[in-house]
């Protein structure tokens, strides 16, 4: 017994007629009057009984009509929920975001989801290294990593090149647009802990250029970091999107450093065994999307994308 034989059934049934439901369904009445013969020989009872007037259910019939009406509307449902599902996808959805990065993408992100309504977000805050051992682990569905170096379990796809800037306090700078590396060295410096990527790029564009400089304090979060700047205790380099909020309303100023550009990369990261679901492929989608709205709309700058 199959669908198919089902919808025949119940044609035939509704029409008390085995050559008007062949016309309705558009098969000849012998394919149809063999698929009939098969499923009564599946059930070991006849489904019908057949006279020059046209066919009547027999009481096996009618409990077969009662099951097959339901088993069909069953059919369509899923159908529905599964089409629904492909357009609207529904679920819970985990990704990774760097601190610096989430202070841009978070709240756009789960603005975008919410008038969606069908997909619950959980962000978890992690450093990259550990965003992408919990990918290839299967315990997040997306992440956005940064300066990541292939690895198994995981595919990236690079998505932008942020600068780092100098940050510093406004009073501090003056009128100046850009600085020398030599005058970042000068004065004293807070920066990111190792292995942080950001620390790298600076001590090895200071140690190219034979430059020593005063380190005054590491701080391994972006938020205490800039809070550290805002008092004046020393100078950082950070990208846009780790002190965007402080740079708009006036708290620090971020200049680039003349005739010396460092960058990080920022990456989508998933993995490359575990198919993502239709809501985690939304979500990804939707992190691209924001991304370049943000670009676009200068609320992310000194940026290059890519990919």
Not at 101 to 122: A, C, D, N
Request: proline fraction near 5%; hydrophobic fraction near 45%; charge should be neutral.
């Amino acid at each position: 017994m199959d669908i198919k034989q089902l919808k025949y059934f119940i044609s035939i049934a509704d029409l008390g007629s085995m050559t008007r439901a062949s016309e309705t369904l558009n098969i000849a009445q012998p394919a149809l009057t063999q698929q009939i013969a098969k499923l009564e020989s599946d059930l070991r009872t006849r489904v019908f009984d057949r006279s020059t007037s046209g066919v009547k259910l027999t009481p096996a019939g009618e409990v077969l009509y009662r099951y097959a009406k339901s088993i069909l509307k069953q059919v369509h449902d899923a159908r529905l929920a599964v089409s629904d599902e492909d357009m609207h996808p529904t679920g819970k959805v985990m990704i990774g975001i760097p601190g610096s990065t989430g202070k841009l993408l978070s709240v756009p992100l789960l603005q975008k989801l919410k008038k969606q309504g069908r997909i619950l977000l959980e962000i978890v805050e992690r450093p990259s290294a550990e965003l992408q051992a919990l990918v290839a682990s299967g315990k997040l569905d997306v992440a956005v990593v940064v300066d990541a170096a292939p690895g198994r379990g995981i595919a990236l796809s690079p998505i932008l090149l942020e600068e780092l800037l100098v940050i510093a306090r406004r009073d501090s700078i003056g009128q100046r647009h850009s600085l020398t590396l030599k005058e970042l060295a000068e004065n004293p410096l807070v920066l990111p802990s190792w292995p942080s990527t950001i620390r790298q790029r600076i001590d090895m564009a200071l140690m190219d250029a034979q430059l020593t400089y005063e380190l005054v304090g590491e701080v391994s979060a972006t938020d205490m970091l800039v809070r550290v700047v805002r008092a004046g205790i020393g100078w950082t380099l950070l990208p846009w999107s780790a002190v965007s909020d402080d740079i708009n309303r006036g708290h620090v100023i971020a200049l680039p450093i003349q005739n010396l550009t460092l960058r990080r990369e920022l990456a989508i990261c998933v993995s490359d065994t575990l198919p993502l679901s239709n809501a985690a492929q939304l979500v990804r989608e939707n992190i691209i999307e924001i991304v370049k709205d943000l670009i676009s709309s200068k609320q992310w700058m000194r940026v290059e994308p890519v990919g």
